[in-house]
């Protein structure tokens, strides 16, 4: 069973640099699909982030792109995402996923990233 | 991009009755790459449907998935307590993808 864990900061101050790893077991992620990140704003709805294979092929949200860096890393199974120069709307649950031509059925659980002072 | 419109925005309804959710794309969305998913509190979505008609792994039958276009519509045909939570559409046929803001089905 395909399993993804966040892991990370969950307050970050403003201007600074949101980092989340996630750790993927049950499959390698080496084998193919794209994985990537999601949000979600407190009440609000989904917004992909961007996603990466595993040769480093990338999708970005061109909303977001300037500030994103995603990467992988084959060895510990796991990729991560860091988004620069954050704001309170950065606030969000960060969910990362596995992506399968566009669609998603493996999520992790979420985690609260709050931009505050 | 491509923005999805669902309404209604809150629909109340009771166990056994039947509900529609509708998903209406600003564009054309190509080869019917929508999807639907659901969302309880706190909890990841979950895919339900893919292909605007193709139910996933494990979703009852009772979900099922029609339209094309930029009109799509879920239909759960008789609602059971635990299909009470936020639904949500997506496109995946144009990048970036996007998702609709959701339609929350409640207890009446």
């Known amino acids: 069973q395909v399993q993804l864990q966040e892991s990370g900061p969950g307050l970050v101050k403003p201007s600074e640099t949101l980092s989340l790893t996630c750790a993927v077991s049950?499959?390698?992620?080496?084998?193919?699909?794209?994985w990537g990140w999601i949000r979600q704003p407190p009440g609000k709805g989904l917004e992909w982030i961007g996603s990466?294979?595993?040769?480093?092929?990338?999708y970005y949200n061109p909303s977001l792109k300037s500030r994103v860096t995603l990467s992988v890393d084959t060895s510990k199974n796991q990729f991560s995402l860091k988004l620069s120069s954050v704001t309170a709307a950065d606030t969000a649950v960060y969910f990362c996923?596995?992506?399968?031509?566009?669609?998603?059925?493996?999520w992790g659980q979420g985690t609260l990233v709050t931009v505050s002072s | 991009e491509i923005v999805l419109t669902q309404s209604p925005g809150t629909l109340s309804l009771s166990p056994g009755e039947r509900a529609t959710l509708s998903c209406r794309a600003s564009?054309?969305?190509?080869?019917?790459?929508l999807a639907w998913y659901q969302q309880k509190p706190g909890q990841a979505p979950r895919l339900l449907i893919f292909?605007?008609?193709n139910r996933a792994t494990g979703i009852p039958d009772r979900f099922s998935g029609s339209g094309s276009g930029t009109d799509f519509t879920l239909t759960i045909s008789r609602l059971e307590p635990e299909d009470f939570a936020v639904y949500y559409c997506?496109?995946?046929?144009?990048?970036?993808?996007?998702f609709g803001q959701g339609t929350k089905l409640e207890i009446k």
């Open positions: 292909g605007a008609s």
């Open positions: 996923a596995r992506r399968d031509n566009g669609l998603v059925a493996y």
């Open positions: 049950g499959y390698s992620i080496s084998s193919g699909y794209s």
């Open positions: 990466i294979n595993h040769i480093g092929s990338i």
């Open positions: 997506q496109q995946y046929g144009r990048s970036p993808d996007t």
């Open positions: 564009q054309s969305v190509s080869s019917s790459y």
